[in-house]
Nanobody
Framework: QVQLVESGGGLVQAGGSLRLSCAAS????????MGWFRQPPGKDRQFVAT????????FSADSVEGRFTISRDNAKNTVYLQIDSLKPEDTAVYYC?????????????????WGQGTQVTVSS
């Protein structure tokens, strides 16, 4: 089993920045690919970014490319999502997810473990 706990969400003005963190426990973090997803109000969960277990391969959704950066620190069992130039349409609950394999993925169903989510609200 893997436990994931997100933190760092909050209320921020458009143009601002946040850094989300996801602390993992219960399994060898360094062998797990990780991902960030978000779920805007009334919408399905959306892919945001993913990173391989080693951290040498990353991919982000077109809608966030250049503004969102995923990274990880395997020594701290933590994955991060740096969010810059926030827009009101970035408002959502942001979820961290882990896979049982080291290769990254962009589809919800390919992830095995999920955190409880952290709310990000962007005011205009």
């Amino acid at each position: 089993q893997v436990q994931l706990v997100e933190s760092g969400g909050g209320l921020v003005q458009a143009g601002g920045s946040l850094r989300l963190s996801c602390a993992a426990s219960g399994r060898t973090f360094s062998s797990s690919a990780m991902g960030w997803f978000r779920q805007p109000p009334g919408k399905d969960r959306q892919f945001v970014a993913t990173i391989s277990a080693s951290g040498d391969s990353r991919f982000s959704a077109d809608s966030v490319e250049g503004r969102f950066t995923i990274s990880r620190d395997n020594a701290k069992n933590t994955v991060y999502l740096q969010i810059d130039s926030l827009k009101p349409e970035d408002t959502a609950v942001y979820y961290c997810a882990a896979r049982n394999v080291p290769t990254r993925a962009i589809v919800v169903k390919e992830y095995d473990y999920w955190g409880q989510g952290t709310q990000v609200t962007v005011s205009s």
